[in-house]
């Protein structure tokens, strides 16, 4: 059982800068695939970015975000870059035990409680 807890979000200008992090709770956080989503109002929920021995990002995020994890915190995190307007949602982490690569939200079983990001142009 891994129990999520992200942090990190708020309002910014098109342009800024937002770091998030995720806490995670669980002695074997190191052998679990890490990931970023989130979800605008009236949208699916969508991949942003993906940890594992390697890292995956969208299309729309690349260049601009980077996921990264610290094993010995429990604690992943997203370095937000560039931010534009259609980057406003609420950002999830979400962990899962599938050996599988996933990028849909179905193929995670542990989710956080989400974090608001506002970029305002």
């Known amino acids: 059982q891994v129990q999520l807890v992200e942090s990190g979000g708020g309002l910014v200008q098109a342009g800024g800068s937002l770091r998030l992090s995720c806490a995670a709770s669980?002695?074997?956080?190191?052998?679990?695939?890490m990931g970023w989503f989130r979800q605008a109002p009236g949208k699916e929920r969508d991949f942003v970015a993906i940890?594992?021995?390697?890292?995956y990002y969208a299309d729309s995020v690349k260049d601009r975000f980077t996921i990264s994890r610290d094993n010995a915190k429990n604690t992943m995190y997203l370095q937000m870059n560039s931010l534009k307007p259609e980057d406003t949602a609420i950002y999830y982490c979400a962990a899962t035990n599938n050996y599988l690569l996933q990028y849909r939200a179905a193929g995670y079983e542990y989710w956080g409680q989400g974090t608001q990001v506002t970029v305002s142009s």
């Open positions: 940890i594992r021995r390697s890292t």
């Open positions: 669980g002695r074997t956080f190191s052998s679990y695939t």
